[in-house]
């Protein structure tokens, strides 16, 4: 079991940043793979990246390309996202999940999924 708790969301303006953090419990933090997603309203969840189990290859969405950067720190057992030149499209609450399958970029392919944190661009 892994349980996720995701921090750092707020209210920004348009090209602010933002730094999430995700706190894994549990002493098999990495061997999992960590993703982030975000869902609008009215909206699906959607992949926004991906790290390894060792944070080496990453995965990102063609959205987030260039702005945003996972990265993890397994001693810590946190993943974070650091997202730069925000922009209103990223509103969404943005949820890390943990899974086995390497560098999913599917819903499908995590098994656990933090709360969930809020994240507000401005125009």
């Known amino acids: 079991q892994v349980q996720l708790v995701e921090a750092g969301g707020g209210l920004v303006q348009t090209g602010g940043s933002l730094r999430l953090s995700c706190a894994a419990s549990?002493?098999?933090?990495?061997?999992?793979?960590m993703g982030w997603f975000r869902q609008a309203p009215g909206k699906e969840r959607e992949f926004v990246a991906a790290?390894?189990?060792?944070?080496?290859?990453?995965k990102y969405a063609d959205s987030v390309k260039g702005r945003f950067t996972i990265s993890r720190d397994n001693a810590k057992n946190t993943v974070y996202l650091q997202m730069n030149n925000l922009k209103p499209e990223d509103t969404a609450v943005y949820y890390c999940?943990?899974?086995?399958?390497?560098?999913?970029?599917?819903?499908?392919?995590?098994?656990?999924w933090g709360q969930g944190t809020q994240v507000t661009v401005s125009s």
């Open positions: 999940a943990a899974g086995v399958i390497y560098i999913g970029a599917t819903v499908g392919e995590y098994n656990y």
């Open positions: 790290a390894s189990w060792s944070g080496s290859s990453t």
């Open positions: 549990g002493r098999t933090f990495s061997r999992y793979a």
